[in-house]
């Protein structure tokens, strides 16, 4: 008989419950949040599994590998989706949470998402700690910016290399300023030059891999955005069309319809966010700075004439997607002389 598994994961303890092919609770027990102790849980139940589901989340990319290496059928859900299932108890705890896990494995009422490998996960975050340290940096200048505003000091247009040095003339005749302001400097360049030690790495990795230099070839598309887009596609067989991987990262429009009510929305914005302001920057980039004519641009610069700017940005960061995933399945280059003859053909 088959049986299925719904694990409720938090960080010390997991809820465990195993229901068979009736719907019948056969185990109920918390357990320790590590592949080991879930893996050993179920072995001791003897039974024969078809499903072992559990919630995407923090933990999930470990636990998932963990248990399909001992041989467990591990799938990991869609949260959203868990999240409007469960909605429908009385009661919200770990252990009806991990029933009714359970009982979606049953039934097979679930969509199961990616689970990305270790490799895109370690180049995931790098982005993000490149991000995280960029963030980091310019809020500290713009808390300096706007403290020595109070005392009537401007620091006005400055660079990156530049800045350190003005903050500085400005309160060298202030001394309680330059004991205030001088460690945040120090905090600023650190951030600084932690960040530029990453960006070089980030560079390093996106010139060393064929399919990221292949989609830096479209206009707009720079390094960031191509290993953002690689590592969170990941495997694109995984997509049969190439248009829905625009819907994939939110950039199509929400629509409602009932009865007599039918409307799109603005864009749903679910998925992968990264990804999503990554092409939206592209997008915004091939519209301002880009100079090389090319079918595309005009394609966007048209629907900026017809509903604005920001509008035509979202919708070229969702061709933008189109693009790299059809770039990126049929082995070729973005050729933008060859795009607009075609297109006027």
Known sequence: MDHYAGLDVSLDTTSLCVVDQDGEVVCERKVLSDPASIGQALRDLGCQFKRVGLEAGPLSQWLYDGLWAQGWPAICVDPRQMSASLSAMRNKTDKNDARGIAQMMRVGMFRAVHVKSPESHELRLLLTNRSVLRRKGIDIENEIRGALKIFGLKIGRVTKYTYVKRVRELVEDHPRLAAAIEPMLRAQQVLFAEFTRLHRIVLNVVRDDNVCRRLTTVPGVGPITALAFKTAVETPERFA?????????????????????????????????????????????????????????????????????????????????????????????????????????
């Open 241 to 345: 069309k190439s248009k829905t991987v625009g819907a994939h990262f939110g950039l199509t429009p929400r629509r409602y319809s009932s009865g007599q009510i039918d409307f799109q929305g603005h864009i749903s914005k679910c998925g992968d966010a990264m990804v999503r302001t990554a092409l939206y920057e592209a997008a915004n980039v091939l519209l301002s700075r880009v100079r090389a004519p090319s079918a595309l641009k005009s394609w966007g610069l048209r629907i900026a004439k017809r509903c604005g700017a920001k509008r035509a940005r979202v919708a070229l960061a969702r061709k933008l997607a189109v693009i790299l995933h059809r770039l990126w399945v049929d082995g070729t280059e973005f050729r933008p002389v060859a795009l607009a003859t075609a297109q006027a053909a």
